[in-house]
């Protein structure tokens, strides 16, 4: 935490303590994307209107959302991927909804999607070995593509202020319906850095997969000298955070799950204390 900072406590599993020590980074240069930011074919959004129109707010604000970002099909990619995990994690099989089981709520609605794939000597350290990462992980070639595609790694590209990015960590944090622990204290993401030479800045693109609002455990943000601020979004919207924007997620109260997918990418690598990958 900063010095002078809020403390605070999870009343669910918070995300692991190691994620910003031990994950080597994957560089995703300009080149390695599918190009510059023309048009957005891969989400049908137009990235250089965005960038024109929310650049200025980010900075300010330290967060903003960019709403129907994804479009119908690529958020049912998502799901899908979403579901496979939560359904492994938690041994349900097909035919049970693996968004409202009670063990999503015991894992602590934070499902890593690369777990152990990307740690050690053995981490993928650019584009093509993440996707060989995934697919050892026997996760959806075409939300890869997503992940790498130009429209979403421009956009990170933009708000950071960087010619390259680097591929930081990937989770999907699922919420089930009427559970009453899962709500996040207020807290920045990089409060689970070191913050020594090995931190640089980064970006959360938390990726609304089902509509959200404040009955099913939507995100608050907090921007300087500002109030709280709940998000309402529709599933396909995507909220970007600096990692050191104060926020927050409430239960959910509703009888239905609630998905989010959300990648991370860093202006730089983010090594552990050390120097260590």
């Known amino acids: 935490d900063e010095a002078g900072g809020p403390t605070f406590s999870m009343e669910v599993a918070s995300p692991r303590t190691t994620r910003c020590r031990y994950r080597k980074r994957t560089k995703l240069g300009h080149n390695e994307t599918c190009g510059s930011i023309t048009g957005g074919s891969d989400t049908g959004f137009d990235p250089v209107v965005v960038l024109a129109e929310r650049k200025k707010k980010f900075d300010r604000d330290g967060c903003v959302v960019l709403d129907d970002f994804f479009t119908e099909d690529q958020v049912g990619l998502l799901r899908r991927e979403c579901d496979a995990i939560l359904r492994r994690a938690s041994g349900l099989t097909e035919e049970e909804d693996a968004a409202s089981g009670v063990n999503v709520g015991e894992s602590g609605c934070v499902f890593e999607v690369l777990q152990d794939a990307a740690r050690g000597a053995g981490a993928p350290v ?18 890869c593509g997503l992940l790498l595609g130009s429209a979403l790694v421009d956009l990170a590209r933009g708000l950071l202020g960087c010619d390259e990015v680097y591929y930081f960590n990937e989770q999907y944090i699922v919420k089930p319906g009427m559970c009453v622990t899962s709500a996040f204290a207020w807290h920045r993401d990089s409060d689970w850095c070191w913050g020594g030479e090995g931190y640089h800045p980064y970006v959360s693109l938390w990726t609304a997969l089902d509509d959200v609002n404040e009955e099913n455990g939507t995100l608050y943000t907090r921007g300087p000298g500002a109030e709280e601020k709940p998000i309402i979004a529709n599933a396909g919207s995507v909220v970007v955070m600096g990692d050191r924007t104060l926020h927050r997620s409430c239960v959910n109260l509703s009888d239905k799950g609630r998905r989010v997918w959300m990648p991370q990418f860093s202006s730089g690598p983010i090594t552990a204390e050390g120097g260590e990958p």
Not at 129 to 137: F, H, M, P, V, Y
Request: glycine share 12%; hydrophobic share 35%.
């Open 126 to 143: 650019d584009a093509e070995g993440l996707r060989e990462a995934r697919s050892q992980g026997h996760l959806s070639a075409e939300v």
